[in-house]
């Protein structure tokens, strides 16, 4: 990273753009204005201006539950197809456009071109270094950074903030602190790599959960409900490493590590190898079909964001990491 004498400042953050209103951006936006922000979205595609007001509403509900800042409100969202006007006066962006390098490199370019050089430059990418991303802003490629949330937003506390080879120290710091400020928890990366943290993990789960339906092992339901109902319930309250820990008794880490670290390590070794082929997709679009047949789509997002707000809410009772 370069060094912090450059034009990223920290300027209190009052407004933020959106740039692009699919899932990610939308709940982004819900987000922001509920914590009395106000927003500027853009979007290209149309209809999205109703579309975003709608999932916007659709959001507030959890969001009020949740509480709400002083002045919060879905008023406060403007909208416009054009994405140099969004972030002309925009204290903080954030990108949500395809996850595609070349759509990034051709869309930060525009709004390197136009957003003040205090301003960062944030992109929910899931899995780009921002490094690459950065190449389309000539003028100040230190202020890009990678912000990745993760799904929904605005329920999610996660955000991955995530340097690039020439973003400065002052922009890294003004992303944690901005982010912090809106009751994120945010983590930074020490280095850049494709799919940051979280998702290289459930890349792996993922991996494996493939190789079993691959194998027959097991139903895509049965694997969904292995997760959902066993270890899933403790990741959801502490980490990986904290679980391992706790399950050692007295001995924590340590035990677990000399007596249950061999059989895992053979574990390790017996891990499928899946190739995602036409077949594999099939039967896994399959298995999800079959598990959500009498399922109504718009109220399985309303249940799960509802415990997401019962655990939230639990968790904010406690001095859990």
Known sequence: MTSPDDPV???????????????????????FLAHG?????????PGSEDRLRADIRSHWPVLEQLGLADGASPDRLTFTDDPAAAVADADYVQENGPEREDVK?????????????????????????????????PEHPERVVVGHPFNPPHLIPLVEVVPGEVTSEAAMDTAMAFYRAVGKRPIQLRQELPG?????????LFREAYSL????VASVADIDTAISCGPGLRWAVLGPFV?????????GLAHVLEHLGPPMTAWWADLGHPE???ELARALVAGVDEE????DPADLVAQRDEVLNTLLAAKSRTTLP
């Not at 136009?114 to 929910?124: E, H, I, N, T, Y």
Request: charged share 15%; aromatic share 2%; hydrophobic share 50%.
């Open 9 to 31: 400042t920290s300027p209190a953050v009052r407004r933020v753009a959106i740039v692009g209103t699919g899932v990610i951006g939308a709940s982004w936006a819900a987000h």
């Open 37 to 45: 922000l106000d927003v500027i979205a853009t979007d290209p595609a």
């Open 105 to 137: 490199r051709a869309l930060f370019a525009v709004l390197d071109a136009s957003a003040r050089p205090d301003v960062v430059l944030a992109s929910s990418s899931s899995g780009l270094l921002p490094s690459a991303i950065a190449r389309g802003c």
């Open 196 to 204: 940051h943290i979280g998702n290289r993990l459930q890349a792996a």
């Open 213 to 216: 339906v691959e194998r027959g």
């Open 243 to 251: 679980n391992l820990h706790l399950s050692g008794g007295p001995g």
């Open 276 to 278: 995602l082929t036409p």
């Open 292 to 295: 959500l047949a009498d399922v």
